[in-house]
C-alpha cells in the first residue's frame, strides 16, 4: 500500500506523505502551454487531455498521490446550469439560483451524460500512475454559494439570505446538490478513484451553529454514502479554525486544515482518530528558500510524527508559485525525520 493511503488510514510510514491541491494547474508551464490551446473545460472534456494534466505534477515533483484533474463546478452543467469558467475569478453563472422555482428548474445529475471524460480519465490514469488517484468533488455549500451568488463571494450575503430566510428552498437545493455529489463520487471510485477529496471550501464563512444546522447533515449523508466502498474520505475547507470539531462529526477519514490554525491544535480538536492533511500557506512557495523550509518544519514539527499526517498546502498552488519550489519542497518533507516512532527512516 502507498504511504499516502497509508497515512489516510492512520498507519505507520517510511515518511510523510506530500501532495498538493492543484498541483496540477497555472503553475506549471506545461499547462499553460496547454490553456493556450484549449479552455478549461475542452481539457475536462478530453480524457486524454485530463489524464496528461493529471499525471505530469507526479512526474515533475515526484508527489505521493495524483488528483483527478477537473473543476468542482463541472458536474454543474448536467444539471442545466449555464455557467463560464473565467480565469483567475472561477465560474460565472448566467441565471443564479435565488427562488423557488430557480432551484425546481434544476434536474438530476447524470455522469454519464456529463462527466464521461472524466471518468474515462480516471481509467486512463490507474492505468500508468504509480501513486493513488484522489477523485473529488465540489461540497454542498460551495457549490450552492456559486450557485445563488452567481460565481465567487467574500461575503455570501445571498446564499445566508436564502439559507436563512428561505429553508424549504435551501434544503431542496442542497438535498439535490448532495445527490449529484455522492453520484459523483461514486462513479469516480467506480472507475478507480483510491481516495476522494470533498471541497467545501467556502463553509468557513458558517458559524458552527450555522454549519450545523444548514449543512453537517448533508455533508454526514455524503461520507456515509462513500464509507461502504473502502475509499478513505478527506474532508476539506477553508477558514474553519472554528469549525473543526463539527466537521469531524459530519464525517471523513482526514480532515484538511489550512494555516489559520495550528496543526497540533487542530488535531485536538478533531480527535485522535481521524488523519489531518495540511496545512502551509501557499504563500510561503515565493518565500526565500530559507523561510519555506523553516515553516514546513513548523508543520512537520506540529504533526509530532503521530501517525496520520498528509502534508498538504492550506489551500490551492498559487499561479505565481515557481515549480521548482514545489519540487525542492517535496523534497524537504520526503528527508525530513522525526524524533518520535510516527514516522520512521
Not at 506549471?28 to 475536462?44: D, F, G, K, V, W
Not at 456559486?146 to 450575503?157: D, K, N, Q, T
Request: net charge neutral; proline share 7%.
Amino acid at each position: 500500500m502507498s504511504r499516502f493511503l497509508q497515512a489516510c488510514r492512520r498507519q505507520r510510514v517510511d515518511r510523510t506523505p506530500v501532495w498538493f491541491m492543484r498541483q496540477a494547474g497555472r503553475s506549471q508551464p506545461s499547462y499553460r502551454a496547454l490553456r493556450a490551446r484549449y479552455s478549461l473545460l475542452e481539457i475536462c472534456r478530453d480524457s486524454s487531455l485530463v489524464a496528461e494534466v493529471t499525471l505530469s505534477p507526479v512526474e515533475q515533483l515526484d508527489v505521493d498521490a495524483a488528483i483527478l484533474f477537473a473543476d468542482i463546478t463541472v458536474p454543474l452543467l448536467g444539471m442545466g446550469v449555464a455557467f463560464e469558467l473565467q480565469d483567475r475569478t472561477g465560474p460565472r453563472i448566467r441565471r443564479p439560483v435565488r427562488s423557488a422555482a430557480d432551484a425546481e428548474a434544476l434536474h438530476p445529475f447524470e455522469p454519464e451524460a456529463t462527466v464521461e471524460a472524466l471518468l474515462d480519465a480516471v481509467r486512463l490514469i490507474r492505468r500508468s500512475a504509480a501513486v493513488p488517484l484522489i477523485g473529488f468533488a465540489g461540497g454542498p455549500f460551495t457549490l450552492a454559494s456559486y450557485l445563488i451568488e452567481g460565481g465567487p463571494s467574500r461575503e455570501f450575503l445571498h446564499t445566508k439570505a436564502l439559507m436563512r430566510g428561505q429553508r424549504r428552498v435551501w434544503e431542496a437545493l442542497m438535498s439535490l446538490l448532495t445527490d449529484a455529489t455522492i453520484t459523483y463520487l461514486l462513479a469516480q471510485i467506480t472507475r478507480g478513484a483510491q481516495a476522494v477529496q470533498l471541497f467545501d471550501s467556502w463553509v468557513g464563512a458558517l458559524s458552527p451553529r450555522e454549519y450545523a444546522a444548514f449543512v453537517a447533515p448533508h455533508s454526514r449523508r455524503i461520507f456515509e454514502a462513500v464509507r461502504p466502498t473502502g475509499v478513505p474520505a478527506i474532508h476539506f475547507g477553508t477558514g474553519t479554525a472554528g469549525l473543526l470539531k463539527e466537521m469531524a462529526s459530519s464525517g471523513g477519514d482526514v480532515i484538511g486544515v489550512d494555516w489559520r490554525v495550528g496543526l497540533d491544535a487542530a488535531w485536538a480538536q478533531i480527535g485522535p482518530d481521524r488523519a489531518i492533511q495540511g496545512n502551509l500557506d501557499p504563500s510561503t512557495l515565493l518565500a526565500p528558500p530559507e523561510v519555506l523550509r523553516a515553516e514546513a518544519e513548523a508543520v512537520l514539527a506540529q504533526a509530532g510524527g503521530r501517525p496520520g499526517h498528509i502534508f498538504n498546502l492550506g489551500h490551492g498552488v498559487l499561479p505565481e508559485t515557481p515549480p521548482e519550489r514545489l519540487r525542492e519542497l517535496v523534497e524537504f518533507v520526503h528527508d525530513y525525520r522525526h524524533e518520535t516512532a510516527g514516522v520512521r527512516g
